[in-house]
């Protein structure tokens, strides 16, 4: 994968772990929080880091990267991520 994706997957994620972890913390389960990783998590994630880092997306724009690309690469990775963690604890 590209250095640049990398970046941007763990950006976002950063914001979606944070989100994720006080929505299981407020709801008193984990299994909430995983849940959240995976679907609403990364909605908020997203207007976060348009609130916050929205010029960095002329950057990969430049690179040949568009914002729909990256949205739903980030997106399947973390769907496919929470599947598998819940296949292993359910």
């Known amino acids: 994968m ?5 970046k941007y997957y763990f950006d976002l994620t950063r914001y979606n772990a944070g989100i994720s972890i006080l929505v299981g913390l407020v709801s008193q389960s984990p299994l909430i929080g995983l849940i959240a990783f995976g679907t609403v998590g990364m909605v908020a994630a997203l ?3 348009k609130s ?3 010029n960095q997306y002329y950057f990969y724009h430049n690179l ?3 914002k729909a690309r990256l949205i739903s690469v980030v997106w399947g990775v973390n769907l ?3 599947t598998l963690i819940l296949a292993m604890v359910l």
């Open 47 to 49: 207007v976060c880091y």
């Open 2 to 6: 590209h250095k640049a994706f990398l």
């Open 80 to 82: 496919f991520m929470t």
């Open 52 to 54: 916050f880092q929205n």
């Open 64 to 66: 040949g990267f568009s």
